[in-house]
T-cell receptor, first 115, second 113 residues
Framework: AQKVTQAQTEISVVEKEDVTLDCVYE???????LFWYKQPPSGELVFLIR??????QNEISGRYSWNFQKSTSSFNFTITASQVVDSAVYFC????????????FGTGTRLQVTL | DTGVSQDPRHKITKRGQNVTFRCDPI?????LYWYRQTLGQGPEFLTY????????KSRLLSDRFSAERPKGSFSTLEIQRTEQGDSAMYLC???????????FGQGTRLTVV
């Protein structure tokens, strides 16, 4: 069985602070894919990143960066210099396929960025 | 094409009634997915289609639930004899098969009273 744990239910930061969202996963598959999605108040899930289990290279995209560590089964997400527009619920997800079929989501972390 | 469209956005129904939701995917996306999200939880996979073929169904999809994608374009999700436990946000997504990114709609929020 697959499981994704996002232990942080809610995080509040002041604008321009850096913030890291934690994600720990469990799977017996040797090949798997990890995702991060953002869910703003409007409701739609916005894809942020996909990584496969063979690629542990960290990734940076603008203010966003991801740290994948197989040794600790973690796929953490850092927002640098947070902005109010980053306020949303962020979900980490796991799948044995590379697509959006049968994604196992965590319970999400609500990020509140204030001025 | 502005994205995945779901209709209605909100639905309130009495327990025992049938409801049907519609999802219009992004044009030319051959994969379509349905997920359900209850308050404070992450989405849970229900089913997905490749073109008109329903390739996989979750155990969450009880006999009261049926999904169709008759012409490989839009899809409908019907819930028969609704129960209070069916209250949730129903999300639809679409993608090209084999491509990373799935685009989600804004969902249909169902409230069963």
């Amino acid at each position: 069985a697959q499981k994704v744990t996002q232990a942080q239910t809610e995080i509040s930061v002041v604008e321009k602070e850096d913030v890291t969202l934690d994600c720990v996963y469990e799977t017996r598959d040797t090949t798997y894919y990890l995702f991060w999605y953002k869910q703003p108040p409007s409701g739609e899930l916005v894809f942020l990143i996909r990584r496969n289990s063979f690629d542990e290279q960290n990734e940076i995209s603008g203010r966003y960066s991801w740290n994948f560590q197989k040794s600790t089964s973690s796929f953490n997400f850092t927002i640098t210099a947070s902005q109010v527009v980053d306020s949303a619920v962020y979900f980490c997800a796991l799948s044995h396929t590379g697509t959006a079929s049968k994604l196992t989501f965590g319970t999400g972390t609500r990020l509140q960025v204030t001025l | 094409d502005t994205g995945v469209s779901q209709d209605p956005r909100h639905k309130i129904t009495k327990r025992g009634q049938n409801v049907t939701f519609r999802c219009d995917p992004i044009s030319e996306h051959n994969r379509l997915y349905w997920y359900r999200q209850t308050l404070g939880q992450g989405p849970e996979f229900l089913t997905y289609f490749q073109n008109e073929a329903q390739l996989e169904k979750s155990r969450l999809l009880s006999d009261r639930f049926s999904a169709e994608r008759p012409k490989g374009s839009f899809s409908t999700l019907e819930i028969q004899r609704t129960e209070q436990g069916d209250s949730a946000m129903y999300l639809c997504a679409s993608s090209f098969s084999g491509v990373d990114e799935a685009f989600f709609g804004q969902g249909t929020r169902l409230t069963v009273v």
